[in-house]
């Protein structure tokens, strides 16, 4: 189950990570109208972070610090992109949703930091 668990709790990651490849000039601008500082290279992070740290999770090698990475990430997506508090109406809404998402899947990236990988994982669980 904790490899299905893994699997399920990273899958947005890659995606998205694809998305901002594909787009990409359109994410270094996204980030740049954000007011995130370096653009550029706050973009190859979050592509780094979105591919290679849900790759380690999956194949359960150093799955605790990739665990640890994800949630600094995903804590500092929501400082520059999902700041709710910044939009109104149905924008509002949305921002929300999206940043109380991120703060359930860093819940979930502790408890997986807490537990470890499990059986099937290149390293296991001891």
């Known amino acids: 189950m904790l490899l299905i668990g893994r699997i399920a709790l990273v899958l947005l990651f ?3 990570g694809y998305f901002k490849i594909m787009q990409w000039p359109g994410i270094v601008t996204l980030l740049t109208t954000q007011g995130a500082p370096l653009p550029m290279l706050g973009g190859m ?9 849900p790759l380690l999770i999956i ?6 610090w ?3 990475g994800l ?11 999902h700041r709710f508090w910044e939009f109104t109406g149905g924008a509002q ?16 990236f502790l408890i997986l930091a807490w537990t470890g990988p499990g ?8």
């Open 66 to 68: 990739a665990a640890f």
């Open 93 to 108: 809404v949305g921002q929300i949703f999206s940043f109380f998402k991120n703060i359930a899947m860093c819940g979930g």
């Open 119 to 126: 059986r099937y994982a290149v390293q296991p669980r001891p």
């Open 59 to 64: 194949l359960g090698l150093q799955t605790r």
């Open 45 to 53: 992070l979050a592509v780094a972070a979105e591919t290679i740290l």
């Open 71 to 81: 949630i600094l990430y995903t804590l500092g997506t929501n400082a520059i992109a």
């Open 14 to 16: 890659p995606i998205s």
